[in-house]
């Protein structure tokens, strides 16, 4: 089946340090990545969409400034918490969809998720 | 809003009984996924079913989807104390394409040995 993995697993960093979070698809290629943001006893929320050679499109609410998303290639997305605050704290988890054809929907498969303790 | 709202938020039963949880949601859909989460781990894709399906079914697991009240139902027969995590549903809302997830708040549920 089709696998996700995000390194690292837990990061600890000070505040005002940078923090990043890679996402890759193993197996398969991935035109579109997703980063959710999860708090304690929280449900997952969407922060951005990651599309393969273009920008990010954030969703309301999120910093693009301080969430920065790079997806250089089709099987690797990063996301690089800026000058981290102990608020940014939260389990960071990223999806991949494969190509699909215009008007289908395509299944995301999520990666293990990394939290991120910011002291 | 269009986050799916699930209820109860949490749910304690005996091992072997069966658990419901219920999710809503307030626009219209293209498909609608249940996943599982452990503890502070990864999600677990459970089921989807899409917006013209009424029902499905996957081993233990039951899904039942009512657009017309926009709501949807997981159900967890003969329940295993394995089956204590945290579960989610999750729509899509269609568009085309690739669109993230909206989940809902989710349902703790706690299997007791």
């Known amino acids: 089946g089709a696998v996700v993995s995000q390194h690292p697993s837990w990061v600890i960093c000070k505040s005002g340090t940078s923090v990043k979070i890679e996402c890759r698809s193993l197996?398969?290629?991935?035109?579109?990545m997703f980063w959710y943001r999860q708090f304690p006893k929280q449900s997952l929320m969407l922060m951005a969409t990651s599309n393969e050679g273009s920008k990010a499109t954030y969703e309301q609410g999120v910093e693009k400034d301080k969430f920065l998303i790079n997806h250089a290639s089709l099987t690797l997305s990063t996301l690089t918490v800026t000058s981290a605050h102990p608020e940014d704290s939260s389990f960071y988890i990223c999806s991949a969809s494969p190509p699909t054809s215009s008007g289908q929907f395509s299944t995301q498969y999520f990666g293990p998720g990394t939290r991120l303790t910011v002291l | 809003s269009q986050q799916g709202e699930e209820d109860p938020q949490a749910l304690s039963i005996q091992e072997g009984e069966n658990a419901t949880m219920n999710c809503s949601y307030k626009t219209s859909i293209n498909n609608l996924q249940w996943y599982r989460q452990n503890s502070g781990r990864g999600l677990v894709h459970l089921i989807l079913?899409?917006?013209?399906?009424r029902e499905k079914h996957s081993g233990r697991l039951r899904v039942t989807l009512d657009t017309s009240k926009k709501s949807s139902s997981l159900l967890i027969t003969a329940s295993r104390a394995a089956d204590t995590a945290s579960y989610f549903c999750?729509?899509?809302?269609?568009?085309?394409?690739?669109?993230?997830?909206?989940f809902g708040k989710g349902t703790h549920l706690i299997i007791q040995p």
């Open positions: 999750a729509i899509y809302g269609g568009g085309g394409g690739a669109d993230g997830l909206t």
């Open positions: 197996d398969f290629q991935a035109t579109t």
């Open positions: 079913i899409r917006s013209n399906e």
